[in-house]
């Protein structure tokens, strides 16, 4: 993959950046599909479809904070094997954390920032890089990210993403389509979240972070509610009973019920899932 930056990353010239047709009609497919989430179990396909296309990750960070807290709370998204709780931990804690020195490097900015083990830390107009040792970023699993955000501490609620594991190259060109992208994320997460109390964010652990649930713990939740037993999701969803018992096990811990009842009940109120008909 190359990922130099060329004389092109210099030039301010907006016909230099501008969308070929391609993205154009990428874009615009982009933006539509985000008037149509309504759940947070709608986010993580959004962001799988057309917005991967214009912008190749494997991990997503989110931070939001209403104005009434003083700090963010954080979820991810992943679609890695690689990242998990443990790296989730490790890279937004408070004294080393290396996406939480991102998100403070952006907030000082105010642009996109990528970090990088193979390029030299560089300021140019409309965003940045940042040096990483090998040997840390290899133990984030993130390999190379950029952060971006929307908001700051006036508004009622700002939104910051780390997008990770990136396999769109460090230039200009990721950062004006991350650039334009980051409203829509924004009016995206806030619609799926914005009702969400007393958090902006629900389902909070430790720190006031997120527990997510992968698509697979979504879709036997959805099962759950409809008061399938482990038997029976396991044929409707083509795997062992044993195998739904696992994700049954995950999903009382992260969502810090007792029973099935209870959890399907609190993804209902959490908006994580809709009552089946």
């Known amino acids: 993959m190359d ?3 060329t004389g092109m990353d210099q030039v301010n010239d907006q ?6 047709e391609e993205q154009r009609a990428l874009f615009m497919e982009v933006i539509e599909e985000s008037l149509r989430l309504q759940h947070r179990s709608h986010l993580f396909n959004w962001l799988q479809r ?3 296309c214009l912008l190749a990750h494997e991990v997503v960070i989110i931070g939001v904070r209403s104005l009434e807290r003083a700090s ?15 790296q ?17 490097r952006w907030s000082k900015l105010g ?3 990528f970090y990088h083990t193979e390029l030299t830390a ?38 910051m993403v780390m997008f990770g594991r990136l396999s769109s190259p460090a230039n200009a060109q990721t950062a004006h389509l991350l650039e334009l992208l980051m409203p829509h ?32 713990e979504l879709e036997v939740l959805e099962w759950l509610q409809a008061g399938k037993t482990n038997w029976e999701i396991g044929n409707i969803m083509q795997v062992s009973p044993l195998t739904i018992k696992n994700h049954v096990q995950n999903i009382l811990r992260k969502l810090d019920v007792e029973n099935r009842s209870q959890a399907a009940s609190k993804a209902l109120k959490l908006g994580l899932i809709t009552r089946k008909q």
């Open 3 to 5: 990922t130099t930056i």
């Open 15 to 20: 016909w230099t950046l501008a969308l070929n």
């Open 50 to 52: 057309g917005f991967q």
């Open 72 to 86: 963010y709370d954080y979820e991810y998204l992943t679609s890695s094997r690689y990242f998990g709780d443990t």
């Open 88 to 104: 989730f931990d490790q890279v937004l804690n408070d004294e080393d954390g290396l996406v939480n020195e991102a998100f403070t």
């Open 111 to 113: 642009m996109p920032v």
């Open 122 to 159: 560089q300021q140019y107009n409309h965003y940045a890089v940042e040096h990483v040792e090998a040997e840390r970023m290899l133990a984030s699993e993130l390999k190379r990210f950029v952060v971006h955000g929307f908001g700051n501490e006036h508004s009622r609620i700002a939104t």
């Open 185 to 216: 994320l924004h009016c995206a997460i806030v619609k799926v979240t914005a009702n969400k109390c007393p958090s902006v964010l629900s389902t909070t652990a430790r720190n006031g972070r997120i527990k997510p649930l992968s698509k697979r």
